[in-house]
């Protein structure tokens, strides 16, 4: 994929990009990353993160809304590395994280609300590539998502070589 700095693509399309509130930490392994958004809506049960990282991501990025809950992590190194391993570009969490010492040696894109001990309990609830609402941004499966240390963007297309790479089409679920 080619380089993402996100103030260029700012420049370049102006009011066509949404920007996500900044109020995301980087704990991955890759600082700038992009593609495709499959979305999860869970709530302190993150048995759903846990099924998609577990398929192929093929460059596709990962949006949790965890409902912005602080009481529990949502994502830990095991599943940060299942997606590493299984190709998917990054995971947004808007949430917790642990093991944030192993995250940040994984190559994988990680943003998250903070990070927190507690892991989360795995009751199977949780829905899939549905439309989701946090940092004053409404994140549709299928639209594109950037992010580097400058904070996260979001497009209805792809602005990065390479970033097209999942089709923009939800996974199976």
């Excluded at 989360?120 to 639209?143: D, H, M, Q, W, Y």
């Amino acid at each position: 994929m080619t380089e993402i700095f996100l103030p260029d693509l700012c420049d370049a399309h102006g009011d066509a990009l949404s920007v996500l509130e900044p109020i995301f930490s980087n704990f991955g392994g890759t600082e700038s990353f992009g593609g495709p958004a499959v979305t999860v809506r869970c709530f302190e049960d993150n048995s759903r993160v846990a099924e998609q990282l577990s398929r192929p991501g093929h460059g596709q990025i990962l949006v949790v809304d965890g409902g912005g809950s602080l009481r529990c992590a949502l994502l830990g190194d095991n599943l940060a590395r299942k997606g590493a391993e299984n190709g998917w570009a990054g995971v947004l969490v808007y949430g917790c994280v642990r093991d944030v010492q192993v995250l940040a040696e994984t190559p994988i894109g990680i943003l998250a609300l903070a990070p927190h001990p507690r892991r989360s309990v795995k009751r199977g609830s949780g829905e899939l590539n549905v439309p989701v609402t946090f940092a004053c941004v409404t994140i549709r499966p299928g639209a594109f998502v950037y992010a580097d240390p400058n904070g996260v963007i979001l497009s209805a297309e792809a602005l990065v070589a390479g970033s097209e790479a999942a089709s923009g089409k939800p996974p199976p679920g």
